[in-house]
């Protein structure tokens, strides 16, 4: 039994408010995108139970929730506003959305919202996880890896379609839908940028870094291209 508890003040992540996942309020009042004072704030104890923390990182926390209207399960990815502007988390936000609908892309709903210190969104629940936490030591065997591989190369080529790049193509950021590797979704498109553009290197995890671009520091320049994703496709296989 998975045990539901409600958020308050006192937890690991003082919400404000919530405003449940629509795909006709944006929570974006009038106004410039990505203006913090825009966002709509409503009461969360009134939306969503919590039910636990499935995932934190360096920049966001992400939680397994439930709506309490439609007993939806969702996720909620709160980014922390002191690593990140508001603008990063609009574009962000609208690079899901641009990206979707596509069945191996993460579906992301489009509400955004705002807490204490957090900017918030409501994605669709991967109830099986990440592809880390689905491999053995022994890997995935071949068939499995080709499902994978065919999944995550259509979407990749989607996104390159539309003249962008990924540019975060990792275990961690393949969701799994179904046991027998089916389904599986790529996510996390806070990275994502138009091909050509020119970018500060920042400290990529190393093992999925492009080799062209492991002898440059952090905070060097270099030019975004769509080879940088398929380096990474390759690393993932």
């Not at 309020?25 to 009038?30: H, L, N, T």
């Not at 690593?83 to 609908?101: D, I, K, N």
């Not at 807490?115 to 918030?120: A, I, L, Q």
């Amino acid at each position: 039994t998975t045990e539901i508890y409600t958020l308050s003040l006192h937890d690991a992540l003082p919400i404000w408010g919530i405003s449940a996942p629509s795909d006709t309020d944006s929570g974006i009042e009038a106004g410039e995108p990505g203006s913090d004072a825009k966002i709509k704030q409503v009461d969360i104890q009134r939306e969503y139970d919590l039910v636990q923390l499935i995932g934190e990182g360096w920049f966001s926390r992400v939680y397994l929730a439930e709506h309490r209207g439609t007993r939806e399960e969702v996720v909620l990815k709160a980014i922390n506003s002191d690593l990140v502007t508001a603008e990063e988390f609009w574009r962000e936000h609208q690079s899901s959305g641009q990206l979707w609908p596509h069945k191996h892309i993460l579906r992301v709903y489009d509400t955004v919202f705002q807490s204490d210190g957090y900017y918030m969104f409501a994605t669709e629940y991967a109830p099986l996880g990440d592809l880390t936490s689905n491999i053995t030591e022994l890997g995935l065997g071949e068939q499995h890896t080709k499902r994978v591989a065919c999944q995550v190369g259509s979407a990749l080529e989607w996104i390159h379609s539309k003249g962008l790049c990924h540019l975060d193509v990792k275990l961690d950021n393949i969701l799994v839908f179904r046991s027998d590797f089916s389904l599986v979704k790529l996510c996390d498109f806070g990275s994502v940028r138009t091909a050509g553009d020119i970018v500060i290197k920042k400290n990529e995890l190393l093992p999925y870094c492009p080799a062209e671009l492991v002898a440059r520091h952090a905070n060097e320049y270099y030019q975004v291209d769509r080879v940088q994703d398929v380096f990474q496709f390759g690393i993932v296989v």
